[in-house]
């Protein structure tokens, strides 16, 4: 008895593991082998010299294998991971993946396709297709809801706003009547303090609100870097004070100038402070530096208070961050006062990253502005 | 955006004439590659990508603009203007040809000519009317686009262009050509084939050959007469060919036709 043989290359052809089919250029199909003949429920005569390939795909990929198909193998002399619906013999469709080569020998010209059934492929990038279709659907009405949302904060914080400016009127008016009662004057001052504290939430609120909308104007000029820090410390000074922060700050020399309003940079920097003052446990240290690069300037706020996770860096920036379980809420804040200073120093045109070791390792915030040197100084465009 | 590099314009030759080749859906200016060579030697001549397609600059796809064949047919207009000191022939392939109808229409006397390779000014049958094709045709066709992301990664990396004179290429089965924003493509497809244009294609003034294949799908024999009928003094010439695409697969009877037509407006 003779030994097992792999077969021949005919039976290898006619029972390969894909349909391999010969067309012209036409696609008029010469050969088809019995595996694309099973498949789509053909006997060979049926096919050979009876049919195009055009011919047996549905409606839609005909116009597809003209438009696409005919003019790539035409251009290119090949065809790539081509799926098309092929029509079996009883008329339904089978979606196939072509590769197709066009061969050329002594003027002929004919085309090599092999072609596989991808029923479960084709199911499955369908479905990946209706995801990404739901989830687009989805994000549409995200952002109309998130849109909604910032219309609502933005009427939110007139409204609250409206309020404040009698209040404050009518404890002016308190605390001038009350010179002569200890208890009547120092509930003025505590109401006062939290008129005060009230406004500032407000004030950040409708600041979000403005730079959602696009609608902060700045007023671009040469700041001092110094004086700017000045300005911040003024504010943050009662807050260090208070928790006890050792502060560590030596003022550029000679000083540097950066291209900014000298209202926003202020208030970023003064943020960037009561953050550390606020995040940093009683008797810790908070330390400012200054770096200069030929075309930004670098502050960086330092403190060695609770830290970050590294979770907690990555949406450090975004919007409510600080409304996360576990992170302190006593301290009070709505969570916008770091996207406040990502939305203003981007449009400086500048940055702000973050650097934290891990909790309890203290943070580092870094802000850096277009630096104007001495030769700009004058000709700075106005924004 | 400068037009130029909005629609990837690409001028070549010298001549008393203007050739201006606009692609059809699928492809991008490649297309023109057997015929454009052909009328270098004579002509000026201009191949462009319209936006969304092959080089063209993705950024500048306004979905608005072109959610009609009218936005398409302004750039044509642009390009028209930025390219052309001398009388303009348009040469337009499938959709097109009635991009550039839509223009000469908005602008007369800006084309002094226009080649209709395969048009049809409406795809989806309607009464007596044989567009070829129903509603459900097109949805299958826009079902085997969401199927073939040829250019999927087209909006990630620059679109990779083939090099069709070097044949050791056509053996990686690699898509070089046709490479589109799979999105973009979608779009086009739908503004393509449910459009409809019959009532623009009477508004037509400007000398015409109309090249129809006696083998095409996509513009069947019937749409090629229907606008012979419809613009008086149009020339039509039927292209012995398989398929939507002669200037490719039958570039000889293709270009002799759009030549013989040329001699015909010189004179």
Excluded at chain 1, 23 to 51: E, K, M, P, Y
Excluded at chain 2, 146 to 175: R, T
Aim: aromatic residues 6%; charged residues 20%; contains cysteine.
């Amino acid at each position: 008895m003779p030994p097992p043989q792999i077969p021949d290359a005919d039976a290898l052809y006619d029972h390969a593991a894909c349909g391999l089919v010969v067309t012209d250029t036409d696609g008029l199909i010469h050969r088809a082998n019995a595996t694309f003949c099973r498949w789509l429920g053909f006997d060979s005569a049926s096919l050979v010299g009876q049919r195009r390939i055009q011919d047996m795909l549905t409606v839609g990929g005909r116009i597809f294998h003209q438009t696409h198909w005919a003019p790539m193998l035409q251009m290119q002399g090949s065809i790539a991971e081509m799926k098309l619906d092929i029509l079996s013999s009883s008329g339904r469709p089978m979606p196939m993946l072509f590769n197709v080569i066009r061969r050329e020998s002594d003027g002929l010209v004919w085309d090599e396709m092999s072609a596989m059934v991808v029923n479960d492929r084709q199911a499955y990038e369908r479905a990946l297709l209706t995801a990404r279709n739901e989830a687009r659907a989805a994000h549409d009405r995200l952002s109309i809801a998130d849109q909604r949302k910032d219309e609502f904060f933005a009427t939110l914080a007139h409204e609250l706003r409206n309020p404040l400016a009698p209040i404050r009127n009518v404890v002016e008016i308190m605390r001038r009547l009350s010179s002569n009662d200890p208890i009547l004057a120092r509930s003025c001052s505590i109401l006062e303090g939290q008129v005060v504290q009230l406004t500032r939430l407000i004030d950040d609120l409708l600041e979000v609100s403005r730079l959602n909308h696009g609608k902060v104007n700045l007023r671009i000029e040469a700041v001092s870097v110094s004086e700017a820090i000045a300005r911040a410390l003024d504010g943050a000074q009662p807050n260090i004070e208070r928790a006890g922060h050792e502060l560590g700050y030596e003022p550029p020399s000679p000083d540097l100038v950066v291209a900014a309003d000298p209202v926003r940079i202020t208030q970023m920097i003064l943020n960037l402070l009561n953050n550390a003052a606020k995040y940093t446990p009683d008797g810790g240290r908070i330390t400012i530096d200054v770096e200069a690069a030929p075309d930004s300037v670098a502050i960086t706020i330092t403190d060695t208070g609770i830290g970050m996770t590294s979770d907690q860096l990555l949406g450090v920036f975004d919007m409510f961050a600080q409304i996360t379980p576990g992170v302190h809420r006593s301290e009070g804040g709505l969570g916008i006062g770091l996207a406040l200073v990502r939305g203003l120093v981007e449009r400086h045109g500048g940055s702000v990253s973050a650097h934290s070791d891990g909790l309890g390792k203290g943070s580092r915030f870094t802000l850096v502005l277009p630096r104007v040197t001495e030769q700009q100084g004058d000709d700075r465009p106005v924004e | 955006m400068n037009v130029r590099l909005r629609n990837n314009i690409v001028v070549q030759g010298e001549g008393e004439m203007t050739l201006l080749f606009a692609h059809g859906f699928g492809c991008d200016q490649s297309m023109w590659r057997l015929t454009e060579p052909a009328f270098r030697d004579r002509y000026r001549t201009v191949v462009f990508d319209l936006v969304g397609n092959g080089r063209s600059d993705l950024a500048s796809y306004d979905a608005v603009k072109y959610a009609s064949l009218h936005g398409y047919a302004s750039d044509v207009i642009e390009i028209a203007a930025s390219v052309a000191d001398t009388p303009i022939v348009f040469v337009g392939h499938s959709v097109s040809a009635v991009i550039g109808l839509l223009a000469a229409n908005q602008v007369p006397g800006m084309f002094i000519g226009q080649v209709m390779v395969c048009p049809s000014p409406s795809y989806i049958d309607d009464g007596d009317y044989i567009g070829g094709f129903s509603q459900e045709d097109i949805d299958g066709l826009l079902d085997t686009l969401d199927d073939n992301y040829l250019g999927w990664s087209a909006s990630m990396a620059p679109v990779i262009m083939g090099a069709p004179d070097q044949p050791e290429l056509s053996d990686e089965l690699v898509n070089s050509f046709c490479r589109t924003d799979p999105e973009i493509s979608q779009k086009f497809a739908r503004v393509t084939f449910l459009s409809d244009h019959r009532d623009d294609v009477l508004k037509c003034t400007v000398p015409t050959l109309i090249l129809e294949c006696t083998d095409d799908i996509i513009a069947p024999r019937s749409v090629g007469q229907f606008m012979h009928e419809s613009m008086p003094g149009s020339t039509l010439v039927a292209i012995e060919n398989v398929g939507h695409c002669p200037q490719l697969s039958a570039p000889g009877p293709t270009n002799a036709a759009i030549d013989a037509f040329l001699a015909g407006l010189a004179r």
